[in-house]
């Protein structure tokens, strides 16, 4: 049984609380709305504390969970190192990379295990295109291929994420994150080859496109990902080609459509491939899956949950496109 706090009550504190595990325990919650701390608190019978700074220090928490914008996280996650506890992070954990880089330094002289939330790793589909890569279903790895969109909403560029003083960037660093996180973790490291981000529609300061070509060491596995919030019908699309066929993840529930894994597979004769898919329609527990993970991860074992250095290397890919485009203009 561990004992949890949570920092941030917005929605993805509330996802992160409904996932915790029957013999874990929400203790406290802090958010900078005392009004919708109550709120997620009340059904779980945990206290509102008055700062995240009270949270923090609490002796009876083992874990604190942040789930605020991402200028907080780094400040939340310090502190919350410095007073020995186990942390779990929202993606992209901070505005930049040497937020990510100094966090990363402090987790390992404190010896707390400090992980990133990217619960994409932890859909069904994502878990069994993983398994099959490992299994050589189809082949030696060439190349990704992602595309992760949705159309905004009314007043999309009045909020906080598109306030790079707060988000630190746009749609690459939101979604796109996503995207690259998935590419190291099933194809190994990636590089920068090109990056451009561009503001088509929405009147903000931050990208609402981004555009990448990704290389491996040995230039043997390239990716070309692109991420856009002026994506009118909401798409996820993401597929792997290796030498012996095709896997293709298409969607992840709700507005992007029911989450089906596609395997192509090359026959010798070649011509049309074989075809098979699985299609997950039951609710989405990935949230749960990767609570899991982190509780594993505390417990000594290794799992697939995201690291600070993967989070690290998927921020500094985005850092290093926004530097590309601001000097090819």
Not at 12 to 41: C, F, N, P, W
Not at 196 to 211: A, I, K, L, Q, S
Request: aromatic share 10%; proline share 3%.
């Amino acid at each position: 049984m561990y004992r949890v706090g949570i920092i941030g009550a917005g929605l993805i504190g509330s996802k992160r609380a409904a996932a915790l595990r029957s013999e874990d325990r929400l203790i406290a919650v802090a958010d900078l709305s005392r009004d919708k701390a109550k709120h997620l608190a009340e059904p779980y019978r945990a206290e509102v504390e008055d700062s995240w700074e009270s949270l923090i220090k609490r002796k009876d928490i083992d874990i604190v969970v942040i789930a605020t914008s991402n200028n907080a996280i780094p400040l939340c996650a310090a502190e919350a190192i410095k007073n020995h506890k186990h942390i779990l992070i929202e993606k992209p954990g901070g505005r930049n990379p040497e937020d990510l880089k100094k966090l990363w330094q402090l987790s390992k002289e404190a010896h707390t295990v400090a992980k990133v939330g990217f619960n994409h790793r932890f859909h069904p589909a994502m878990l069994k295109a993983k398994r099959l890569i490992e299994e050589g279903a189809i082949g030696e790895l060439m190349y990704f291929r992602g595309r992760y969109g949705h159309g905004g909403r009314i007043g999309y560029d009045k909020e906080w994420r598109a306030n790079p003083l707060v988000s630190g960037g746009g749609e690459l660093l939101d979604q796109g994150v996503h995207l690259i996180d998935l590419c190291r973790w099933m194809g190994g490291e990636f590089s920068l080859e090109v990056g451009r981000v561009h503001t088509f529609y929405w009147d903000m300061p931050v990208e609402d496109n981004g555009f990448l070509l990704l290389k491996s060491p040995d230039k043997k596995r390239y990716a070309h990902l692109h991420a856009s919030c002026t994506e009118w019908k909401n798409i996820f699309d993401f597929e792997i080609f290796g030498k012996k066929g095709k896997l293709q993840i298409w969607g992840i529930g709700r507005s992007y459509g029911t989450e089906e894994l596609r395997l192509y597979q090359v026959k010798p004769e070649m011509g049309v491939p074989e075809f098979s898919f699985e299609t997950f329609t039951e609710e989405d527990r990935s949230w749960h899956l990767e609570w899991e993970a982190l509780i594993d991860a505390i417990d000594g074992k290794n799992t697939p949950i995201a690291t600070l250095e993967d989070a690290y290397h998927a921020m500094e890919i985005v850092y290093q496109a926004y530097e590309q485009s601001k000097n090819s203009d």
